[in-house]
């Protein structure tokens, strides 16, 4: 399954020892394509604007010395880069895929993560804000169990990096990227179920 079925027909795939793959959606993509190509256009063609005015007027240095100058080209650039980085993402088939077992993530038919269900303390639907941005949408998060950041921290300490210690959810809290198949809300209520049914934690 590419996406999320409905909530008891998922279950009922899980209890009979089979899996659910939720891939990313294309459509998703291709709206966050055309919002950036066009917030890309916009801002180029200010920089055009604001240069051709600076040369005009004699005062290209005063546009060159403006930080809003350099953060706009920083954000063309971006704008520019994102549709590969999109378009990667896409070709890799990323997915998430749910099993009895846990949450795994997968990239080009290859586990990259797995998390099972007895070591996440929590699934929640949350706004996930920050200093920087107080208006988010609700994501789907997880909290990892305090065993569960242990085992994390000395596997990643064994690979030479360093496990993190900070986030707005905590050192063991996640937050799972939109653009999935069927949306935030039922991903959460499949993984929130799937929590309590294998896990035997009830979800937030």
């Not at 005015?53 to 010395?65: F, S, T």
């Not at 809003?68 to 070709?91: D, N």
Request: charged share 20%.
């Amino acid at each position: 399954m590419s996406g999320p079925p409905p909530l008891p027909q998922a279950i009922a795939v899980l209890d009979a020892g089979g899996q659910v793959r939720i891939a990313r959606s294309r459509a998703y993509a291709l709206g966050l394509l055309v919002l950036v190509l066009l917030v890309g256009a916009g801002l180029l063609a200010w920089l055009v604007f604001a240069v051709g005015d600076g040369l005009r007027r004699d005062r290209m240095g005063v546009v060159l010395a403006h930080p809003v100058t350099w953060a706009s080209v920083i954000a063309v650039v971006g704008c520019a880069l994102l549709p590969v980085v999109i378009a990667v993402r896409l070709h890799r088939r990323e997915a998430l895929v749910v099993t009895r077992e846990g949450l795994a993530s997968e990239s080009g038919g290859v586990i990259r993560s797995f998390v099972p269900w007895t070591g996440i303390e929590r699934v929640g639907y949350e706004r996930v804000t920050g200093p920087y941005y107080r208006f988010a949408p609700r994501s789907v998060t997880y909290v990892l169990t305090p065993a569960a950041i242990e085992a994390r921290d000395r596997a990643m300490l064994a690979a030479g990096r360093r496990p993190p210690r900070y986030g707005l959810l905590g050192p063991g809290g996640y937050v799972v990227e939109a653009g999935y198949v069927g949306g935030r809300r039922r991903l959460y209520e499949l993984l929130a179920t799937a929590h309590h049914r294998y896990g035997g934690v009830r979800p937030s």
